[in-house]
């Protein structure tokens, strides 16, 4: 059974920083592409940041500036350091990941139970 557990939301005022991890477990053979999707209440879930395994990455508009996707391979977690948070960065923000059990199974998509992230004004 793979999970993504997420760590690292809270509270914090416009301006300020805050770093999600996501760390992905159980049996896998590898990780793919990973990243980080958000939703505001009233609003569609929508991509924030991606990034494959060699590193690249993508970003929305929104963020692109602010915020740097990392992962670490080894440890098949992802992370999204988030600087110059505004209130409308407010919204639960899920883990993604594609994940190979085995080398011979098909890619999988996964997600994080979420974490509240809250920027006040």
Same mark, same amino acid.
């Given at each position: 059974?793979?999970?993504?557990v997420?760590?690292? $939301?809270?509270?914090? &005022? /416009?301006? @300020?920083?805050l %770093?999600?991890?996501? =760390?992905?477990?159980?049996s ?6 990973? $990243?980080?999707y958000? &939703? /505001?209440? @009233?609003?569609? %879930?929508?991509?924030v =940041? ?12 929104s ?7 990392? %992962? ?10 988030m600087?110059?948070l505004?209130?409308?960065d407010?919204?639960?923000?899920y883990?993604?990941?594609?994940i190979?059990?085995t ?16 920027v006040?004004?």
């Open positions: 059974q793979v999970q993504l997420e760590s690292g $939301g809270g509270l914090v &005022q /416009a301006g @300020g920083s %770093r999600l991890s996501c =760390a992905a477990s159980g896998i053979f590898r990780v793919n592409d990973m $990243g980080w958000r &939703q /505001a209440p @009233g609003k569609q %879930r929508e991509l =940041a991606r990034i494959n395994r060699g590193g690249s990455t993508k970003y929305a508009d963020v692109k500036g602010r915020f740097t996707n990392l %992962r670490d391979n080894a440890k098949y977690t992802v992370y999204l350091e600087n110059r505004k209130p409308e407010t919204a639960v923000y883990c993604n990941a594609d190979l059990l080398m011979t199974s098909r890619q999988t998509n996964y997600w994080g139970q979420g974490t509240q992230v809250t006040s004004s």
